[in-house]
């Protein structure tokens, strides 16, 4: 028999990932996105593994991380960010793009601060704005996203059991300034999948693919779960698109 929660979970509509189609993608013309304070060399940076992914909070003396404007009616600030992958390096990520799958995706999730606290927002059609970003398995040497991800992998292995945590380089999720450089991405009304999925998230989605060594992956299939085990595939199935509209934003000039 189905618990509440997944009961409530069916009954819901807008749930998350989705497969971002271009078919049926509305064409959206907004001023640009603006992100403040994430990749700062200030304060602190701790890399977490909560049994589930592997986490990055920011913390000390540094300004808040902001993300504002484009389709957002409110300023929201940086909660944290957090990894997905899978066994395989072919299909890692939990959005799709035209059905296509990519190696592991980043979610950082932002609150709205016109509320009082995060467990508040989660009440809310618009209480998180969650960027995601895709990479996919590329091997080279000389790559430039594999340097930028290294702040992260090589403290890895630091946080292999379940509730370990270490410091990393406070400017370690620079590599976010990568994928906000794309012509367009998209934007859709969605679920925060932790609890029993809310549908609080407005959902932003870069299709700058970013590369990774299979390597780096395999770091992140070294964590371990609360009862020891590796942690191969921590990502949740595609969800149905329903009457919802995916839009495919382009950022111009006011």
Excluded at 21 to 42: E, F, M, Q, S
Excluded at 50 to 62: C, F, K, M, Q, W
């Amino acid at each position: 028999m189905a618990t509440e929660n997944q009961l409530k979970t069916l009954s819901r509509k807008r749930q998350s990932p989705i497969d971002l189609r271009d078919d049926v993608a509305r064409l959206k013309y907004l001023p640009p996105l603006t992100l403040i304070g994430h990749w700062l060399n200030d304060g602190e940076a701790t890399l977490t593994n909560n049994g589930d992914h592997a986490v990055i909070e920011l913390s000390g003396e540094r300004i808040p991380s902001i993300v504002k404007c484009g389709p957002l009616n409110d300023e929201y600030e940086f909660h944290n960010a957090h990894f997905h992958w899978a066994e395989d390096d072919c299909c890692g990520s939990e959005h799709t793009i035209n059905s296509t799958w990519f190696s592991m995706e980043a979610h950082v999730v932002h609150w709205n601060r016109k509320y009082r606290t995060f467990d508040e927002c989660l009440k809310h059609a618009d209480g998180l704005c969650i960027l995601a970003y895709l990479f996919m398995v590329k091997d080279g040497k000389y790559c430039r996203s594999h340097s930028m991800l290294e702040k992260i992998t090589d403290n890895l292995e630091d946080v292999v059991s379940f509730g370990a945590t270490t410091k990393i380089p406070a400017n370690s999720l620079c590599w976010m300034r990568e994928a906000v450089r794309c012509d367009y991405y998209y934007f859709y009304h969605g679920s925060y999948n932790k609890g029993d999925f809310p549908e609080c998230a407005l959902w932003i989605v870069f299709p700058n693919v970013m590369s990774i060594r299979s390597d780096q992956v395999a770091e992140f299939r070294k964590l371990q779960d609360a009862k020891g085990r590796e942690i191969k595939s921590n990502g949740r199935k595609l969800q149905l698109l329903g009457d919802r509209r995916i839009y495919k934003v382009f950022p111009c000039c006011e």
